[in-house]
C-alpha cells in the first residue's frame, strides 16, 4: 500500500563508491522528483522527472545521475562518493502542473552516510 | 534569489495550548503554499495546503493563513498533543509549471506534557 516507496533506507559507503538509491510510487502520478534534506533539515530539489523526461536539473553534480525507465521509477545514481554528498535523500512524486498537482508525496527517504 | 523562510527554528509549547508556526516567502508568483510535517525518520507529509486567492483555510485543528501583501503564511495548531512534535515546513509553487516546490528551512515544535 506504500505509496513512493524507496530503498534502502539506510546506506553506509566509503567515499569514491558508486551507489544508487531505487525509487517507485503506486499513484498513476506523472511526475516524480529527488530531494536532499542537509544536516540543518533544508530540503531542496534535485530533480524533477515528467513521463521518463528530465524537466528539473537543479545544479547538481553530474556525479549524481537520475534514471527513469517508466514514470513510476526514478532511481538516483551517484558515482564517485565524497563526504559531503552524506544527507538524507528523498523521492517524491506529484501529478505535476500548478496549484494543487504540485502537491508531492513523498518517501521514506535514504539516509546515505559516505566515510 | 527564491527563498522560503520560517522565523523559529525551534517552538516550544505545552501540551493543550494552541502553537503557531510562520513563514516568509519571496516569490510573489507563487500561487499556491503547503505545509508538511515531518517526523523523525520520516518523510515530509501533508497537512494542509492554501492557493494564493484565499488568506484562511480550516482543516482538522489546523489552520493556515496567507497574508499576501507581506509574503507570510503561518500555520495554527489548536490544542496541541505530543504527537504533533516534528518539524514543519512550508512550501511554495511557483506558478512555472514544472511542479517544482521551494522549502523553507522546517520549524521543530516540541510540545511538553
Known amino acids: 500500500d506504500t505509496a513512493v516507496s524507496q530503498t534502502p533506507k539506510y546506506l553506509v559507503t566509503q567515499m569514491g563508491n558508486d551507489k544508487s538509491i531505487k525509487c517507485e510510487q503506486n499513484?498513476?502520478?506523472?511526475?516524480m522528483y529527488w530531494y536532499k534534506q542537509d544536516s540543518k533539515k533544508f530540503l531542496k530539489i534535485m530533480f524533477s522527472?515528467?513521463?521518463?523526461?528530465?524537466?528539473i536539473n537543479e545544479t547538481v553534480p553530474n556525479r549524481f545521475s537520475p534514471k527513469s525507465p517508466d514514470k513510476a521509477h526514478l532511481n538516483l545514481h551517484i558515482n564517485s562518493l565524497e563526504l559531503g554528498d552524506s544527507a538524507v535523500y528523498f523521492c517524491?512524486?506529484?501529478?505535476?502542473?500548478?496549484?494543487?498537482?504540485?502537491?508531492?508525496?513523498f518517501g521514506q527517504g535514504t539516509r546515505l552516510t559516505v566515510v | 534569489g527564491e527563498s522560503v523562510g520560517l522565523h523559529l527554528p525551534t517552538l516550544s509549547v505545552q501540551e493543550g495550548d494552541n502553537s503557531i508556526i510562520n513563514c516568509a516567502y519571496s516569490?510573489?508568483?507563487?500561487?499556491?503554499f503547503i505545509w508538511y510535517k515531518q517526523e523523525s525518520g520520516k518523510g515530509p507529509q501533508f497537512i494542509i495546503d492554501?492557493?494564493?486567492?484565499?488568506d484562511k483555510r480550516q482543516g482538522q485543528r489546523v489552520t493556515v493563513l496567507l497574508n499576501k501583501t507581506v509574503k507570510h503564511l503561518s500555520l495554527q495548531i489548536a490544542a496541541t498533543q505530543p504527537g504533533d512534535s516534528a518539524v514543519y515546513f512550508c512550501?511554495?509553487?511557483?506558478?512555472?509549471?514544472?511542479?517544482?516546490?521551494?522549502f523553507g528551512q522546517g520549524t521543530t515544535l516540541q510540545v511538553k506534557p
Open positions: 517524491a512524486s506529484s501529478q505535476g502542473g500548478t496549484g494543487r498537482r504540485a502537491e508531492a508525496f
Open positions: 512550501a511554495e509553487a511557483p506558478t512555472s509549471n514544472t511542479g517544482k516546490l521551494i
Open positions: 499513484l498513476g502520478h506523472d511526475t
Open positions: 492554501i492557493r494564493s486567492n484565499m
Open positions: 516569490n510573489s508568483a507563487s500561487d499556491y
Open positions: 522527472y515528467n513521463n521518463k523526461e528530465l524537466i
